[in-house]
């Protein structure tokens, strides 16, 4: 079995601006330049996949002028890209790949770690991690997000929305939803699991509010008490957060309501929702005139109940700063150094956990600062002053494994190796029976093999209206 490189497709014109129109078409067009013809065998033998006892989850750390691919567990550098720009990282929501926000648009990083699933169990298998052709076209690529096997895309540059199966993105024959809003704007879109769809309302100078549109497009329920729309989270009832500079939208059962701040401007940017609770972790700022406020206190949001709590930790963070663990505690990466754990139920902080040394929030958004991505119950602290990444036991609160690297890192995501949500209904992994049996196994081999676990995990977006620089 080889390591298909699939290669550009561009999305399906829009054609004309009508408001939040439904498209729904495949993607189409010509294919990009091809690059220079390279010898079928050495491809294979360069990127055969090896099949593995179990999972194998992948890190990725961007610094400036490329991206990094590490082993979740040794920390092992597995390749370095080179990409220029300023580029960002996005889970793509299939266990496998990653989509980079870079310029022309979302790039899709294969992380070289899979499973196939094949009746009560899955296959695992590796190969090297590789920047495919694969571009998602935008002018200006924003938010993605991923939500019950569905991935949704957003281009600030031109308010195209792109949604389509977690487990096709890197299929040249995915089917996707298209639509495009009123206006361009940095905005945000959430396909919920009957299809319905969140989306931002807003203009190149003003977001305003919110739509929720049915399976077919149509309007069910519509906001404009949400100035200054940013960022999104999905609680454990699929009730849909969306932040505002004076609380919250809440979107449940196709209504929405509105959950003020407790100050008259109480900003809310940026969420981390947890499939383990209604609760929603958010960030909270609270000065307006602040050109730069570094801030103490976290937001959490009930969904079920709309209560809205602030909690004080012991140093500020920033937009980077925000995780769930995997029993839907509230984690905080301090400027102290420290994660600060907040249990969602009693909305107190429990305890703090010291990895990395103290630091100051830097001026410009984009300058690296420790950020956190948490996977498989162990939180991945960067440390750009000692360019360094460290493994943290969320539970145990021991720091498992540091590796210095020979980079500055910025972002950081990561991918499973696992079957999620939306790949175990598209096959094996993009792979062909034929495939599969030039793996080593056959069907009746397959009868045989034992069941594995698996995990996810989501990420977070900037505080700011932000694109890609290059």
Known sequence: M?????????????????????????????????????????????????????????????????????????????????????NRLNGA?????????????????????????????????????????????????????????????????TGEITV???????????????????????????????????????????????????????????SDECPGVHGEAVAADEAVLIGCEDGVLVVKDGEITKVASPDAYGRIGNQAGSEESTVVLGDYKSDPDA???????????????????????????????????DAGEALVLGTDGQIHVVDPATKQLVRSIPVVDAWEEPEEWQSPRPAIFMLDGSAYVTDPANQAIHAVDIETGEVWNTVELDVEPNEINGVSGDVEAGSAEHGEAGHSEEEHAE??????????????????????????ETTPAG
């Open 291 to 325: 050109e730069l406020e570094r801030p103490t206190r976290v937001s959490l949001t009930d969904t079920a109940t709309g209560e809205l709590t602030l909690v004080d930790l012991p140093s500020s963070y920033t937009f980077r700063s925000l995780a769930r663990g």
């Open 164 to 222: 389509l199966d977690s487990g096709d993105v890197a299929d040249e024959s995915r089917e996707a939803r298209e639509l495009t809003t009123p206006e361009a704007h940095h905005g945000v879109a959430v396909e919920l699991s009957d299809g319905t769809l969140v989306v931002s309302e807003g203009t190149e100078d003003a977001r305003t509010g919110i739509r929720v549109l049915d399976a077919e497009g149509a309007e069910i329920a519509a």
């Open 2 to 86: 080889t390591l298909t490189r699939h290669r550009t497709r561009p999305l399906a014109a829009l054609g004309m601006l009508l408001p939040l129109a439904l498209i729904a078409a495949c993607s189409s067009g010509e294919p990009a330049a091809e690059e220079a013809p390279s010898s079928p065998a050495a491809e294979e033998t360069a990127n055969e996949p090896s099949e593995a006892s179990s999972r194998t989850p992948r890190l990725a750390v961007t610094y400036d002028g490329g991206i990094q691919v590490l082993d979740a567990q040794t920390l092992e550098v597995l390749e370095d890209f080179e990409l220029d720009g300023f």
């Open 93 to 157: 929501g299939d266990g496998r790949h990653l989509l980079v926000s870079t310029t022309g648009g979302f790039q899709v990083l294969d992380g070289g770690a899979w499973a196939e699933p094949h009746g009560d169990h899955s296959h695992y298998y590796t190969a090297h991690p590789e920047l495919t052709d694969v571009m998602f076209d935008a002018e200006k690529p924003g938010h993605v997000v991923v939500h019950a096997g569905r991935t949704a895309l957003f281009d600030d540059g």
């Open 439 to 464: 793996a080593g196994h056959s069907e009746e081999e397959h009868s045989e093999e034992d069941a594995h676990d698996h995990s996810e995990e989501d990420h977070e977006h900037a505080d700011e």
